[in-house]
């Protein structure tokens, strides 16, 4: 019989619950900076993750494998996946600026429907790569 080793991980983060709101109605919003955020039981290894995700800009991304190296561990990509796919704040650590090597938007622990929506919401063009070519999958823009 296999034994599940469960990480038990509480984040918490000062003033970001109207930031939150905002980001959800698709309102620019200010990164919490990380020196807000308190992790709490979490290993060294999450908490590295998480440092890394925060440190994402806005309208760009980053490779698992990019997140593994940069924390110093370039052939943990599969586990900063798995430290993704745990993120329980997954609007405020910005697990979704986190795609695959292949170009493909990867997974996503609230759905790969609403990664690329978060992802539109913070204008990037989000590259989507098939067989042949690429689709970009830009937001509309307004005209006034």
Known sequence: MAEIDLELCAVSFVNGRRNVLKLLKGEEVEDIPISKF????????RKDVYRALLRIPRGTTKTYSEIASQIGRPRAYRAVAQA????ILAVV???HRV?????????????????RQLLNIESLACVLKTRTSYIFNVPKTRTS
């Open 84 to 87: 993704c796919s745990a993120n």
């Open 93 to 95: 650590i910005p697990c």
């Open 38 to 45: 308190v992790f709490d039981g979490c290993s060294d290894f």
């Open 99 to 115: 795609v695959a090597s292949n170009g493909s938007l990867g997974g996503y622990s609230c759905g790969v429907d609403i990664k």
